[in-house]
C-alpha cells in the first residue's frame, strides 16, 4: 500500500506536510515529490508511469495559483487523485475552483484550501476498501477522536 504525494513547488511543502503526517498514523508508505506540471511535463509523466509500474494506489496532488497539477496527473492515470488546493493568491479559490472543476471523465476527488491533512485521511479510506489494517485503524481514529471531543467538552465552555 503506496501513496504518492506530488506538488508543484518547494513552497508547498509544509502545507503539503499534513499529507504525510496522515498517512503516518496509518501506516501508509508515501513518496513525495516536487514536480511541476508547467516547467518539466516530461518528467511528471515518467514519474507517473514509475507510479503504476511500483503499486502506488492513489496520488495526493497539491497545487496553487493555475492548480493543473492534480488535473493533469488525472488525465494521465487512473489511480485516485486527490487534489490539495493551495492558497498561492485569492485566498486558495482559484486553486479550488480550477482542481475541482474537472471535465467529464476525469475526477479528481478535492479537499478544502491548504487541507492536505484531509487528503491523507480520505487516501487511507480508499486504501482501507483493501486493506482491512487500515480500516481498523480508521475505525479505531474515529472513536478515539470521538472520545477526545466529549471528554475536552464535558465542562462547557468558558468566556
Excluded at 503506496?2 to 496509518?26: C, N, P, Q, T
Excluded at 471535465?103 to 476527488?109: D, E, M, R, S
Excluded at 491548504?114 to 480508521?138: T, W
Aim: net charge negative; with cysteine.
Amino acid at each position: 500500500m503506496k501513496v504518492a504525494i506530488i506538488f508543484g513547488s518547494k513552497s508547498d511543502k509544509e502545507i503539503m506536510s499534513g499529507a504525510a503526517k496522515a498517512l503516518k498514523e496509518f501506516n501508509v508508505e508515501y513518496k513525495a515529490f516536487i514536480l511541476s506540471a508547467h516547467r518539466v511535463p516530461e518528467k511528471l509523466l515518467e514519474i507517473i508511469e514509475t507510479l503504476e509500474k511500483e503499486d502506488f494506489q492513489c496520488i495526493i496532488a497539491g497545487a496553487g495559483l493555475a492548480a493543473h497539477l492534480p488535473g493533469v496527473i488525472a488525465s494521465h492515470t487512473i489511480l485516485p487523485v486527490i487534489g490539495v488546493p493551495i492558497n498561492a493568491a485569492l485566498g486558495g479559490q482559484d486553486s479550488l475552483y480550477s482542481i475541482v472543476q474537472m471535465p467529464k471523465a476525469i475526477p479528481v476527488a478535492t479537499v478544502g484550501i491548504n487541507n492536505s491533512y484531509n487528503a491523507g485521511i480520505l487516501a487511507a479510506e480508499i486504501l482501507s476498501i483493501k486493506y482491512p489494517e487500515i480500516r481498523e485503524a480508521l475505525y479505531k481514529y474515529r472513536k478515539n477522536m470521538k472520545e477526545n471531543f466529549i471528554k475536552e467538552n464535558e465542562e462547557g465552555v468558558e468566556f
